[in-house]
């Protein structure tokens, strides 16, 4: 095992993603986590790969994670002393967000 790839991915592509990668023989663990700013759900998935099967994966996950944009509300302040008010703004939340570590050493008892 030679990388550990940590993809962020938004909830609706995650059970189909998690299906591909498994089918292709990928090992992968499911995470539920939530993004800092929506601070709402996703799915953070921890896959362990051989480094010459890495662009495979990369491309499974590339091809199953769409790209949506989501409506938020951010809060402001209208006028010093006064309430927040809501302000509207459409972010465009990602594919998948994807970090690739080095494994130092991988061990399964
Ligand atoms: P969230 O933090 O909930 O961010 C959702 C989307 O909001 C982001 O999509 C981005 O388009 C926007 N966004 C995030 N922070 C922003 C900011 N300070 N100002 C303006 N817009 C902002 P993605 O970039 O595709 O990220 C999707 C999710 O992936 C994030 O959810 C977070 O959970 C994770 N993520 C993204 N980049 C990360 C990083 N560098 N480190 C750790 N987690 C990350």
């Given at each position: 095992?030679?990388?550990?790839v940590?993809?962020?991915?938004?909830?609706?592509?995650?059970?189909v993603?998690?299906?591909?990668?498994?089918?292709?023989?990928?090992?992968?663990?499911?995470?539920?986590?939530?993004?800092?700013?929506?601070?709402?759900?996703?799915?953070?998935?921890?896959?362990?790969?051989?480094?010459?099967?890495?662009?495979?994966?990369?491309?499974?996950?590339?091809?199953n994670?769409?790209?949506?944009?989501?409506?938020?509300?951010?809060?402001t302040?209208?006028?010093?002393?006064?309430?927040?008010?809501?302000?509207?703004?459409?972010?465009?939340?990602?594919?998948?967000?994807?970090?690739?570590?080095?494994?130092?050493?991988?061990?399964?008892?």
């Amino acid at each position: 095992m030679d990388k550990l790839v940590v993809a962020i991915v938004q909830d609706q592509d995650a059970n189909v993603l998690i299906e591909e990668v498994t089918k292709a023989d990928y090992r992968v663990t499911k995470l539920s986590t939530s993004g800092g700013f929506l601070k709402s759900g996703n799915t953070t998935l921890l896959m362990g790969v051989k480094k010459n099967r890495l662009e495979d994966l990369l491309k499974i996950i590339e091809n199953n994670c769409k790209t949506r944009e989501v409506a938020t509300s951010l809060l402001t302040v209208t006028m010093p002393g006064e309430s927040y008010a809501p302000y509207p703004v459409n972010v465009t939340v990602g594919g998948a967000t994807v970090f690739i570590l080095d494994i130092d050493e991988y061990i399964r008892y």
